[in-house]
């Protein structure tokens, strides 16, 4: 099987998007089964999960045409804990001489989608578009969306997912309204750990801007933003008390 194969593969397949969403959860049950210590708190996920997952994506969505494309080069997959902002990154490796391609990879950042539905973050959680209930979906929302980078890559040479082949292929193929993720980074962990009765945050609210101290936290922090129209407080100030997720609070310095 060659690139113009798989080319004409992509060009001439339409699925319809039930079907999508029935091949999506097909998949997401057979990894509960195939990988069941995914659903450990800890969520181990191993390169062989990994390499599970393109078999399946590459049989029900694209044929096996990505396997055959590929040829004889490997592509090999990498479960990284170093990456802290993307959800993933598909390579290629070419011997700089020859141009020959030597290896694909795809690695998936693992710190990210551990930290996403466990910790005192408690917001909604989008991946590609589509709104994810737990880290398994993200995974194959993260997953599906290197899929294509490795497609363009094979088939184009050239992958970008801000480019408009791009999204088209990802809507056609997973049903990808969009291209970024939501996962909880260590940085916001980091940030929220920061955020304590007491400091000075800033916030939005329907539109206008306000600074003020928090108050609490639960799920959400209560601010209180000095207001002369507002409540009478013990320092003989008056506030409006907020209730804002705890996101979209940054902190002031
Ligand atoms: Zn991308």
Not at 126 to 146: M, N, P, S, W, Y
Not at 154 to 183: I, K, M, P, Y
Not at 220 to 239: F, I, K, M, Q
């Amino acid at each position: 099987m060659s690139r113009s194969d798989l080319r004409q593969y992509l060009f001439a397949t339409r699925i319809d998007p039930n079907e999508i969403r029935d091949r999506q959860q097909k998949i997401y049950a057979g990894l509960q089964t195939h990988s069941p210590y995914l659903a450990d708190r800890r969520f181990l996920l191993l390169e062989e999960d990994l390499a599970w997952l393109f078999d399946q994506y590459d049989t029900a969505f694209f044929a096996g045409q990505c396997r055959g494309c590929l040829g004889g080069t490997p592509l090999e997959f990498r479960v990284s804990s170093r990456m802290t902002s993307a959800g993933a990154k598909t390579s290629r490796h070419r011997n700089p001489h020859t141009g020959q391609d030597l290896k694909y990879e795809i690695a998936v950042a693992l710190t990210l989608l551990r930290q996403t539905f466990q910790t005192e973050v408690d917001r909604e959680i989008k991946v590609t578009g589509l709104v994810c209930h737990d880290r398994i979906e993200a995974l194959q929302r993260v997953f599906e969306h290197e899929l294509i980078h490795l497609i363009e890559m094979l088939v184009w040479d050239v992958s970008n997912c801000s480019a408009e082949r791009f999204q088209a292929l990802a809507l056609q193929f997973f049903g990808h309204t969009g291209h970024q993720h939501t996962l909880v980074t260590p940085r916001e962990v980091f940030r929220l750990q920061g955020m304590r009765p007491g400091t000075m945050v800033r916030f939005t609210f329907e539109g206008r801007t306000h600074v003020g101290r928090i108050n609490r936290i639960t799920k959400r922090a209560s601010v209180l933003v000095e207001d002369p129209e507002g409540v009478p407080y013990s320092d003989g100030r008056n506030y409006t008390k907020y209730y804002i997720p705890l996101n979209m609070l940054e902190p002031v310095t």
